[in-house]
């Protein structure tokens, strides 16, 4: 059996520009498949207010006030730098201000139609390469339906999914509790479950990935900076703090079950590889603020790791 080629990237936070050069890595690396493994949406949403036939937004420190023809380009900029763009009228933006619901509930709409442009460019972009996503922490529920609707895309979510007739991924987008209060994360006892739960869907653990969003607790690729109450970094000797915030049960998983491969993401500041038994544990890191896709460049043959690359770009 030929050698499969994967591309895996994981915490795009909304940025176009990263998605896209997802995207155009496929024939870039000549790629069978392509594996998002989540915290796909941004953070951040921007009202556009409709006011006297202009628009006008407080946009990166400074207020913009365009016109009808110049709005679309106002959008695209927005997107450019990872936000979500609302337009609409001041009466809205009023009632938006008035309950946190009605934010929330908003933002969702975004984030939904965000992820269907991005899907979109899949026929277009990649009509030949499988695309695989699973979710991440920060992913709200309502964004799968909208990976399982979209044709082209493999939706895999506490699921088992082929990379080829040989090696399979187990993937899981949960994670432990997080400062955050994000969508996905959990007890470590009910991660575990979670963890064991999809594991057990596959055939052959030792020729199978785990694609487990969170990185394995203490493992390098796990380190973030340490927060004080106020969610501020702690600063030592004029240096942030960095400490272990992975998962003490996907590392229990993976000293037990000894896959071939962890694709991780999570933590944006913490990329690399490490090994943890024979299993080769991954993550890209994440640079989607600046527009830097960061990836591996994985390829599997006859049940081993052929080749593991660091990409950036």
Not at 210 to 223: E, G, L, Q, T, W
Request: negative net charge.
């Amino acid at each position: 059996m030929p050698a499969t080629r994967i591309i895996f990237a994981s915490d795009f936070h909304g940025s176009d520009i990263v998605w896209r050069k997802f995207l155009n890595s496929a024939s870039m690396f000549k790629a069978d498949i392509l594996l998002m493994g989540g915290d796909m949406t941004s953070k951040v949403m921007v009202p556009i207010v409709r006011r006297d036939g202009f628009y006008t937004t407080h946009f990166k420190g400074n207020e913009r006030r365009v016109s009808e023809n110049e709005l679309d380009e106002l959008k695209r900029e927005i997107r450019k730098h990872c936000y979500l763009p609302y337009v609409c009228s001041e009466s809205e933006l009023d009632e938006l201000n008035k309950n946190q619901d009605n934010v929330e509930k908003k933002f969702e709409e975004l984030e939904v139609e965000m992820l269907r442009d991005w899907c979109s460019l899949i026929p277009q972009k990649v009509p030949h390469t499988k695309v695989i996503f699973h979710p991440g922490n920060d992913d709200k529920f309502a964004l799968d339906d909208v990976l399982k609707e979209s044709p082209g895309v493999i939706f895999a979510e506490e699921s088992v999914v082929e990379f080829d007739g040989f090696h399979e991924a187990a993937c899981c987008g949960w994670s432990n509790p997080t400062p955050w209060n994000s969508p996905r994360e959990c007890s470590e006892e009910d991660l575990m479950e979670k963890l064991e739960r999809t594991i057990s869907q596959l055939r052959s653990v030792p020729t199978s990935c785990f694609c487990f969003h969170v990185p394995p607790y203490n493992s390098i690729i796990d380190r973030a900076p340490k927060l004080d109450r106020n969610l501020r970094p702690i600063y030592e000797g004029g240096r942030p703090t960095f400490i272990p915030v992975g998962s003490t049960s996907v590392r229990k998983v993976i000293e037990k079950y000894q896959p071939l491969l962890g694709l991780h993401g999570h933590i944006h500041e913490s990329p690399g590889l490490v090994k943890i038994g024979r299993t080769q544990c991954v993550n890209p890191g994440s640079e989607y603020s600046e527009g830097i896709l960061k990836a591996y460049l994985v390829e599997l043959e006859n049940g081993k790791v052929k080749r593991l690359q660091r990409l950036e770009g």
